[in-house]
Each structure stands twice: as structure tokens, then as C-alpha cells.
């Protein structure tokens, strides 16, 4: 399967897909801050993140591909 | 457009993560829900979760005209064996705490047990007061004192990543002590938080007046001093008991029990090890299935132990002893016996058995084993012995008198003692061995019965 995926590309999936690098690192932030500052640590959050992940190529595989710049 | 015949990447795999991700959150969060217990119930949910996301996935592709993805992708199936593989895990992990509770799952490196002790405020109690003393986990220990004091020294623990992890774990856990009726009862709240449960050790001070209840479901009991009853049930612990001044009750699950210097009557229940018992004034009961090794040193009334197995709970082995200067000590394959000053009856499977100087009635019923009696005097009370596939051999005074019926089937009769009135016959494979020897006066009778073993009357050397 030739999905290459370019920053690029304009089309809706690879535009959510995109988003999933940024939103990881977010979460992860926001991880070690809540470790930090409340009585949750990164063990007991951890799993947000696979959350995060999962949403984003959910959300990815809804949206159209119309225009998708891979061959 | 070339791009539309192009697969679409399936939600299924975004699901599973989420899936994934709630499942571990969840267990973190709420360790009561058991996760373990709701995935063996609900994991057909999955096959749902599956159908449903090919679903979405084959509408979508029809509305975009785009191919639709395969049922199972490769890396699809990869996620989904790794699901199976975490699921089982928590399933696993679950029945391991429900079967064993006291195993800390979470363990070093990433956790370690850390502590904190506090004093509570002590108060005066009433002489006599009954103290019930509980902890889900932890040891308890009681000292009875002089005074009327009631002092209560508190010892937590958990497991966690950090000591700071740790203490906020700690920090809800109180203990409490409640009035009731007549007395006191001691226990921590909220022991249990969303992480398991924190250990709770307690050393109780009380007025040596004062009767004690103490359990604990994982931990040891040690208890000094006490002049009023004690009832004590360590499920998972050992039980140490020294001067007790009235009676004390102890059920164990598994662990062993010392219970030393006792005024009244010991009653010992449940399962477990090793058992040593040791003076004292009443009577000392052991019922249940203590498979380690019993020590009963001294005991003024009556001795009884009752190892029973299994589900039919019938008694496997049976020794009942009346007023034990001595000992009586028995393990997996022997059992040793000797000064008692009134009657003893041994039942038993498999054992080999030594018994020394019972002044009482003797009776021995053993399968599988050597018999070994011997009398530093001569026997005053009867004697009976029967024993399956085993010798017996039995030693006495050479100035005893007794009248003897000794009969080995498939085995032989040997006698030191030689009277006229002595006879030895033989039926068949059977050899029988009866007769008079000594004084007529007051002569015990002795029966032994044995088979595939001989009979040995000694004289000592």
C-alpha cells in the first residue's frame, strides 16, 4: 500500500493525522505536570496517551481522503 | 480519480487503543471494579467492537466511493493479539489477588514499602474491659500491663513508586477507637484505597485485665501478658502467645502457632505448620490440618490432637493424652510420645511411633509403621496395640507381670520373657503368643495384633 504520508498532502485524513505528533506531546505535558502538581503520577496517566493515539487515527480513518497527494 | 480506489485505513485500530487505554485507567483508578473479573465476562464486547468499526468502515467507503479496508489488516491482528495477551494478563493478575491477597503485584524496582508510625492519645479503660483488635493487614501485637492504660502504637505501610507516593496513600488510613458495649474495638479506616491495600500494624498496650479479640486477615499476632480470655484468627501469619492468664482461642489459615504458659485451656483450629505447645494448666486442643511438625510439652489435663484433611474433614490421625508431664511430638512420619501420667490413645496412618512411660491405659491403632513401646516401671493399666503391615516392639521391666495375647498374621512372635504358662502357636501364616507372666495380682492385660511384622518382647539391657 503506497499511503505516503507528506505534510503536504491537503487531504482531511492526512491533515488529522498530522495532528496526532502535537497532540501526543500535549498529552505527555500534560502528564508530567499532573505528576508534578497533583496526587496522580505518570504511572497511574500513562494510558492517556494510548487514548490520544487511538482518537486521532479514529478520527483520521472518518475523514475523507479526497485530494490525498500519495500514490 | 486514482485516488479513490484507495484503501481506507480502518478505525479498528484507533478503537483497540482507546479500548487499551481505558482498561489501564480504569484498573488504576478503581481497583475495586476488578477488571480482571468484567473482561472474562464481557469480552465478547470485543467481537462487537470489531463488527461495529467494519461497519462504519464499509459505509464510509461506500459514501466516498473509496475501496473499503480488509475485515483484518496485519497490523490489525497484531494489536489485537497484543489486546489478548494485556486482557489475560489482567485477568491473571486478578485471580492471583482474589486467591492469594497478600502477594503485592506492584514490586520492586518500580515500588517499594515504605512506612510511617504514629502514637494514638492513650485512655483509661475499665479493668476487665474486652478490647477487640482488627486490622485487614498487618501484624497485631498486645502487651498487658500493669495499670489501666490503653496505649495504641500504629505502624503503615504500602507499597509505591515513591515515600511522598507513599504517604498519600497513607494519609486517609486512621485507626479508630470505638467504644462498644463493654469494651473497645480497635481498627483502621478506609484501609483499602484505589490503589490496594495499605498495611496497618498495631501494638496495642492494655491492662493485663482486660480479655482480647484480635484478628488479622494477613500478618502475625504476638500476645504477652494477657489474665483475661483470648481469641485471636490469623488467616495468612503466624500466632505467638506467652502467659496467658485464662483461656485462649487461635484459628490460623496457614503459619505456625507458639503458644506458651497458658492458666486456662488452648484450643488451636484451622490449618497451618508447625505447632508448639507448652505449659499448660487446662486442657490443650490442635483440630485441623496442622501438617508441619507438634510440639506439646506439659500440659496438666487433657491433651487432644485431630489432624484432619480434605473435604470430608474426617479425622486422619488422632492422639488424645491425659495429663502430659512430657512430650508428645509429631511430624510427617513419626510420632514420639513419652511421659504421660494418665491413659493415651494414639490413632494414626503411617506413622512410626514411640511411645515411653504412659502410667495410664495405652491404646495404638497404626497402618504402615513400626510400633515402639517401652516402660521404665511396670505397666499398671492394659495395653492394647494393633498395627497392619508393621513390627511393634515393646519393652518391659524384666520384673513386670502381665497377661499377653500377641498375634502377627504373616509375621513372627519373639519373647524375652519365658514362663511356663507362655505358649506359642502357629496357625498357618499366623503365629499367636499368649499366656500369663508374674504376679497374678493385678496384672495388666497387654493385646497387641499385628500383620506382615514381627512382635518383640524385650527386657531392657
Redesign the interface.
Known sequence: ?A?RITSRCP?A?CRVRGLMGPLILIALGAIFLADQFT?F?F?????????V??????????S?????AG? | M??NR??????F?????????????LD??DPSLGIGRLIRLYWPGLLILWGLAKL??HL?ARR?G?DR?PILSGSEAALLILLAVILSAFTFRDWIRVHYPNLDVELPP?HQTYSRSEDLAPRTISAGARVSIETARGDITVDGEEGNDLRVSVTKSAPA??DA?AG?RMKDVTVVIEPVGDGYRIYPARQDDFRGRVSVGLEVHLPKTASVVAHTASGNIAATGIAGNMDVRAEHGDVVIHDAGADVTAALQRGDARILGVAGNVGLTGQGDDVEIADVAGDATVDGAFIGSIRVRNVAKTTRYTLRYGLRRLPWSEVSVTHLTGRLELDAGDLALSGVTGAAKVVTHNKDIDVENVAGRLDIANVHGDIKVAFATPPRADVNITNDAGAVDLTLPAESSFDVSAVSRSGAVESDFGDRSLTTANEGDTERFHGHFGAKLGAPAITIATSYGTIHLRKPR
Open positions: 500500500m499511503d487531504c485524513c496526587r503520577t504511572g497511574d496517566l500513562w494510558p492517556i496517551l494510548l487514548i493515539a487511538g482518537a486521532v487515527k479514529c478520527a483520521a480513518s472518518l475523507s481522503r479526497t485530494g490525498h500514490v | 486514482i485516488h484507495q484503501q481506507r485505513s480502518s478505525m485500530t484507533g478503537l483497540l487503543l482507546i479500548l487499551l487505554g481505558v482498561i489501564f485507567l488504576r483508578f462504519i468502515d464510509a466516498t473509496q479496508a518500580f513508586s515513591t507516593a498519600e
